[in-house]
């Protein structure tokens, strides 16, 4: 299995140095504003593009890797909402078992539906714990997942679910809190889920101003996953960007 993408999250995790994912939903985005984002993000020293939604409406996943792909060299990870979303075109796969819920089709069914198809498709397969936080409003994933999502003041919950994700060799941990959520993840929360766990954290769901983002970091988050609030305003890409990296310089 190719591990080259992952290492580098693990070696950016030692050093203490964050990283920034700009999230492109391919039901989203057009060519002119895949280009906006790709200009931004190369300007702002974004890390990792993560490619992929809950629904995935359109069929035009593959255009829209190929296209990030043609512009820039910054990796494009899959993140999907659904087996379907699989594109040969990109770097690294995140596959997640939704280990929050106790819905058995997204922890362990539709894995073994697609495996073959994953593994054909040649790409860097990241195993990752995807643990869904309350975030004040249902989210499409909460809807789709037909999965409860730990509450938001749960911290011990997130954190045995993240070390129990871990000890079954999920190599990521995902916590997120859905598009577009009211109310991101808290900082306590964070803290406690990274305290407990060796391997990389990662951040989503609701983070709409880079002080948050700064502070997720400093309460343990490796990586933090920006979607909705780049979408309603680009320029955004710049200031997340820096106050994500200020933290590996000051740590
Ligand atoms: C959602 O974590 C991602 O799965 C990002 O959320 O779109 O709210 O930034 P936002």
Known sequence: MKQDLYNQFASRKQQGRKSF??????????????????????????????????????NHLDECIQMIKSQCTIPVVLFPGSPSQVSKYADALLYLSLISGRNPELLIGQHVISAPFVKMSGLEIMPTGYIVVDGGAPTTVSYISNATPIPADKNEIAMCTA?????????????????????????????????????????????????????????????????????????????????????????
């Open 163 to 251: 070390m129990a994700g871990e000890m079954l060799g999920m190599k990521l941990i995902y916590m997120d809190a859905g598009s577009g959520a009211k109310k991101p993840i808290t900082e306590a929360m964070i803290e406690k889920v990274a305290t407990h766990i060796e391997c990389p954290l990662i951040i989503g769901g609701g983070i709409i101003e880079p002080e948050k983002a700064y502070n997720n970091c400093k309460s343990g988050a490796d990586i933090i996953v920006v979607g909705n609030a780049i979408e309603k305003d680009p320029s955004l890409i710049k200031e997340m960007s820096a106050a994500i990296h200020s933290v590996s310089f000051s740590a």
């Open 21 to 58: 994912s700009v999230l492109i939903d391919p039901d989203k985005v057009d060519s002119k504003s895949i280009d906006q984002i790709v200009g931004l993000s190369i300007e702002a020293k974004v890390d990792y593009f993560f490619v992929g939604g809950s629904l995935v409406i359109s």
